[in-house]
């Protein structure tokens, strides 16, 4: 066998099996450590999957990917969904090269297949004292369900935790630390540990559900059957996500999301006075310019700089 033949047999860069992609999928999805990263990668890799496998291709290639942009933006999908999608896809062109699937020329191709640029900034969603006041209200302490409901949504709003960190909450995670509450060692996003200090009024909600459940040890949080009786270990964050939107109907919310009780919590802490640092640090971000956009300090509509130009239209009457 020459050398020639020897190389292409080693760099096999034509039509990529299912199977070999389902291998290249998995491989990605046990390099993420984060659970939303992985559930974004993963339906984001299954949908190319089953787009490139609905008709014979010659390769997985730059041009095949291009294809597959341009459909995402004929969807009128927006420019941050379509960057998740171009990013599964070159980690999954990289676990490919890794395996001898794929052959390193051609992924410098689909790597240099750049994603879309974002015009202007979405707008967060942020809730005043007064309206998470109600929305704590919304939850009926007087009941089980009502007494983890309140926990959760203190959790959420005086604490600004995301949705995977309240679901992996053990009881042993509140200790004292500097005569003050405290979750300690809180494994977030990306890995990343930190210590976030516990509100007085956040405590007795997390000890009144844990008093009424009757937990003294494992997960915090439980899930609730329709007869009010405790079952299993443990919560989804889809359980969470029904917390919320139901809370916020009851107290008269549109459209609220469980994350923007986060970012609420950064804004009400920034209001009352609070440290950009520590504000920082409560989050768990890694950059002040991730926390800077959680308190929405680029832009506030309740004081907008053009309501005070001082301009109008002057009565004729």
Known sequence: MTKRTSRRKRCRV??????????????VLNSLGSLQSRRSYRYAMEEFIQWYCSEPRLALNRSVVLRYRLQLEGAQLAPATINV????????????????????DLVAGIRRVKGLKRLGRRTGNWL???????????????????????????????????????????????????????IVDLVGKGGHVRTVPV?????RAVDGWARAAGIGEGRLFRSIRKNGTLWGSGVTQN???????????????????P???R????????VAGGELEQIQFLLGHASVQTTERYLGCKQRLSEAVNDRIGLGFQSRG
């Open 128 to 182: 005043s004292v007064q309206q998470g006041q109600l929305l704590l209200n919304a939850a009926d302490p007087g009941t089980l369900r009502g007494s983890r409901d309140a926990a959760m949504l203190a959790l959420l709003l005086g604490c600004g935790l995301r949705r995977s960190e309240l679901v992996a909450l053990d009881i042993h995670h509140f200790q004292q630390r500097e005569e003050h509450w405290a």
């Open 239 to 257: 359980v969470v996500w029904y917390v919320v939107k139901g809370c916020a109907k009851r107290a008269g919310i549109d459209r609220l999301a």
């Open 259 to 261: 994350h923007d009780l």
């Open 263 to 270: 970012r609420s919590c950064a804004r009400m802490c920034h």
């Open 199 to 203: 509100p007085e009024w956040v405590k």
């Open 14 to 27: 034509q039509t990529l099996t299912l199977p070999e992609l389902d291998q290249s999928k998995t491989a």
């Open 85 to 104: 999608r171009l990013a599964a896809i070159r980690r999954l062109a990289y676990e490919a090269a890794d395996s001898g699937l794929l052959s390193p």
